[in-house]
């Protein structure tokens, strides 16, 4: 639309988004950052044991200065374990919520651009998936199939696809029988077409919020399931592994529990501030 | 006189019939319901015909199965004489650059999320006409035939009024040329100073463009302006086809008379034939002529025979007994 653009709107200026956004994208990039990072950021292996400063409390509670966050009880650096759990949970977190988005939606897409016989199944297989409860699923699979870091994202991918899949197939039918779909399949579209272009940026909004409530709920199922000893598996470090293991400690050692609780609440409180703050910003009827 | 015998018209149709089922409560046995039930019909290039009916006779099914969108339980139609491919694979999708159609909910039927130039350009880009400075002249061109300026293509839909949409719809519709346009109730989700300037538009736009168009809708006046050609369809099938002037002042189907006495006229008070009756059900068709009960001047041959759509000497089409036989009308 080159020549066409003498005139735009000039309303549409860059502004500053809300200072709780800044902190949210502040935090994400950081939690991004250290992920990527890791290697770099960390003072010490994530398996160093410091025999001699055994759960040593942090700094400012009369702890030593080189282990800022303090350490656990087999003197292993809370600060570096700490960053490594974020990139493992990260890892976690964003590929499970990925890999569920994207089975949910493409399902979602199929049952509703082919109806008949395959949404039934897709549709089966979204109530199945909703009535099972998801903790005894991933108990049945990680212990038949043993444990790996790939299977375990891809498992907790499966968590919440029926949702994306109910919203998309609803959001599709309803958008192919009388509105825009049904316009633009009647231009000539094709279905890739009328799909990706037009009824996913559609839909989008619903989806991202739908994955901004997913991401911390994964977040916190990794965690139980390392917890029960199904996730990661040790001497690997997560963020839901250090809580359950710093439980031990509660009385004694809170710093190993606190500090990767505290990260697990901001990170999640942050995506959904970036969700809901970026469907609205995806949407050029609220601009 | 409705199909010549040496050309072939640009659309013709033939006994389109399309059935839904439909089920009363959970376990209720499911009915048929004709929605559309013996309609015949053609169209000549370039010009309009017009499909007259009260919501729920099945003028849109038709629209949608003259287009191809839907395809019928019986009965043909045939685009510049050749069938119409299934709906949704390639040469179906391919006809599409040569037929449109034009929704009645303008904000509806375009995308809110992409600006106005883009899709107006968008049948371009998929049926692959022209490069891309072409299909950005085009688009241009497309503007401002339909009355649009050329910074109107960077808004988006929400951004425009009603009119300014269904213009923007009809820009995209044009913008392959076709050959035939389906213009669904183009103008009952627009206001009445705005629906003037629509239908005016479109009749200029089909003498730029040469387009057929079938003109769907309930405003019989509105489709007078625009029509060489009305049909006047009562549950599913048409009752009588003619000239927009004759059928609009001398309507002879029973129906048509009560449409036409509906429209409402400065100075002519208290002469509205007011139908008896409740509106049809397609579901329940009545046997014989589907319009009987409500009918004024029905008599016992109506409830038993369903009349066909014939012409009458003057050339008119009609499908009621007492149309054909003036010695009846006036015994009853």
Request: charged letters at 25%; proline letters at 0%; glycine letters at 0%.
């Given at each position: 639309m080159s020549d066409v653009a003498i005139a735009a709107p000039a309303a549409r200026r860059f502004r500053l988004p809300p200072t709780l956004v800044m902190f949210a994208l502040g935090w994400v990039g950081l939690m991004l950052a250290t992920a990527f990072l890791a290697d770099v950021l960390a003072p010490y292996s994530y398996t160093a044991l410091d025999l001699r400063n055994r759960l040593a409390p942090p700094i400012g509670f009369g702890g030593v200065l080189i282990h800022p966050l303090g350490t656990d009880e087999l003197g292993r650096d809370v600060f570096s374990r700490l960053i490594y759990s974020i990139r493992m949970s990260l890892l976690i977190a964003f590929g499970a919520t990925l890999i569920g988005a994207a089975l949910g939606t493409s399902l979602g897409f199929l049952a509703a651009h082919f109806r008949g016989l395959v949404e039934q199944c897709v549709m089966a297989l979204v109530d199945f998936s909703a009535s099972i409860p998801f903790l005894i699923l991933a108990l049945s699979v990680l212990a038949f199939f043993g444990n790996s870091l790939t299977l375990f994202i891809c498992l907790l991918g499966l968590h919440a696809w029926e949702r994306y899949a109910r919203i998309a197939r609803g959001l599709a039918i309803s958008a192919g029988s009388q509105g825009y779909a049904a316009a633009v399949r009647q231009l000539g579209a094709s279905p890739w077409r009328n799909y990706g272009r037009h009824v996913l940026p559609n839909i989008a909004s619903t989806l991202i919020v739908s994955m901004t409530l997913a991401f911390p709920e994964i977040i916190l199922l990794e965690s139980g399931l390392s917890f029960l000893g199904l996730g990661v598996q040790p001497p690997e470090t997560s963020l839901g592994s250090m809580v359950g293991y710093g439980r031990e400690y509660?009385?004694?050692?809170p710093w190993i529990l606190l500090s990767p609780a505290a990260v697990i609440v901001l990170t999640t409180f942050s995506v959904s501030v970036l969700g809901d703050w970026l469907r609205d910003r995806l949407d050029p009827t609220l601009r | 006189m409705r199909t010549s015998p040496i050309t072939t018209p640009l659309l013709e149709a033939q006994n389109l019939m399309r059935r839904y089922w439909m089920r009363r409560g959970a376990f209720g046995k499911a009915t048929e319901v004709r929605a559309v039930d013996g309609v015949s019909l053609s169209l000549e290039r370039g010009k309009t015909l017009g499909l007259v009916g009260e919501s729920g006779c099945g003028k849109s099914t038709t629209g949608r199965l003259v287009l191809g969108l839907e395809t019928p339980d019986a009965g043909t139609v045939a685009f510049q004489g050749a069938p119409m491919p299934a709906p949704g694979t390639a040469p179906w999708r391919a006809q599409r650059a040569r037929m449109q159609m034009v929704f009645q909910d303008p904000l509806g039927a375009l995308d809110r999320r992409l600006t106005i130039g883009v899709q107006v350009r968008e049948p371009l880009d998929i049926h692959g006409i022209g490069d891309a400075a072409a299909r950005e002249k085009r688009v241009l061109h497309l503007l401002h035939a339909t009355g649009l300026r050329p910074e109107q293509a960077e808004r988006y839909p929400h951004e425009l009024s009603g009119g300014q949409r269904q213009r923007a719809v009809l820009a995209r519709a044009l913008a392959t040329d076709p050959a035939l346009l389906v213009c669904d109730e183009p103008i009952s989700a627009l206001d009445v100073s705005i629906q003037a300037q629509v239908m005016n538009l479109l009749v200029k736009l089909q003498r730029e463009f040469g387009t057929a168009i079938l003109f769907i809708s309930h405003d019989l006046r509105a489709v007078r302006q625009v029509s060489h050609r009305v049909a006047v369809m009562y549950l599913g099938r048409i009752v009588e086809e003619g000239e927009p002037d004759d059928v609009l002042h001398s309507p002879a189907h029973p129906y048509s008379q009560a449409l036409v006495s509906a429209i409402p006229h400065p100075g002519r008070g208290g002469q509205r034939i007011l139908l008896q009756g409740d509106p049809p059900n397609p579901a329940d068709r009545p046997s014989g002529c589907a319009f009987h009960p409500r009918c004024p001047v029905a008599f016992a041959r109506c409830s038993q025979e369903s009349p066909a759509l014939t012409a009458r000497p003057d050339g008119r089409l009609v499908a009621c007994h007492l149309a054909h036989e003036p010695a009846i009308a006036r015994a009853a």
């Open positions: 509660l009385t004694r050692a | -």
